[in-house]
T-cell receptor, first 118, second 112 residues
Framework: GAVVSQHPSWVICKSGTSVKIECRSL??????MFWYRQFPKQSLMLMAT?????????EQGVEKDKFLINHASLTLSTLTVTSAHPEDSSFYIC??????????????FGDGTRLSIL | GDSVTQMEGPVTLSEEAFLTINCTYT??????LFWYVQYPGEGLQLLLK?????DKGSNKGFEATYRKETTSFHLEKGSVQVSDSAVYFC???????????FGTGTRLQVTL
């Protein structure tokens, strides 16, 4: 079935570093992908909707310049956390709409990326 | 706007106990309802779903019934196992674009 791959699964880096997270749809094309952030013991917060070939749509309160999203192809979206600081440490999850909607789940999720900023 | 309310956790049960996790929703139109499960350190997996009123979703011994009259989709399991320990999210989609609205999640801890 359709699968979404997210990489890396875990990253630890120094404060001030920029970190890129990749989200790939493996056997289907995704013109839209979603990026979520999950704080410890809390729910998923939708950060932005990534749109292939155009600008991402950010949710209210999410800093566009801090969380750069690029959706350059139909199978790849990237989230770059720029100049990361300890407060950016979190679990980031991407998802892509299921191309066979109506018969299955609405989105396929990646396994998430745990980002730790020292 | 759309919203999902879940009971707060954590929920701690002994193995073989009965589980109920409450979920209620507010949505325009006729949403589809889902339960997702997140095991430690992993992403989300769809557990079950229901797309219209009175539908019952079921999987791995878990069940939930779409109750339009009470706007609820409570998750139940007759006999939990240690391996069921995870965080459970109730969610809905309404309208377009498969956009999911999640509840806050309920952590379940099952002990021997």
């Amino acid at each position: 079935g359709a699968v979404v791959s997210q990489h890396p699964s875990w990253v630890i880096c120094k404060s001030g570093t920029s970190v890129k997270i990749e989200c790939r749809s493996l056997d289907f094309q995704a013109t839209t992908m979603f990026w979520y952030r999950q704080f410890p013991k809390q729910s998923l917060m939708l950060m932005a909707t990534s749109n292939e070939g155009s600008k991402a749509t950010y949710e209210q309160g999410v800093e566009k310049d801090k969380f750069l999203i690029n959706h350059a192809s139909l199978t790849l979206s990237t989230l770059t956390v720029t100049s990361a600081h300890p407060e950016d440490s979190s679990f980031y999850i991407c998802s892509a709409p299921n191309p066979r909607q109506g018969t299955d789940q609405p989105q396929h999720f990646g396994d998430g990326t745990r980002l730790s900023i020292l | 706007g759309d919203s999902v309310t879940q009971m707060e956790g954590p929920v701690t049960l002994s193995e073989e106990a009965f589980l109920t996790i409450n979920c209620t929703y507010t949505a325009t139109g006729y949403p589809s309802l889902f339960w997702y499960v997140q095991y430690p350190g992993e992403g989300l997996q769809l557990l079950l779903k229901a797309t219209k009123a009175d539908d019952k979703g079921s999987n791995k011994g878990f069940e939930a019934t779409y109750r339009k009259e009470t706007t609820s989709f409570h998750l139940e399991k007759g006999s939990v196992q240690v391996s069921d320990s995870a965080v459970y999210f109730c969610a809905l989609t309404a309208g377009t674009a498969s956009k999911l609205t999640f509840g806050t999640g309920t952590r379940l801890q099952v002990t021997l």
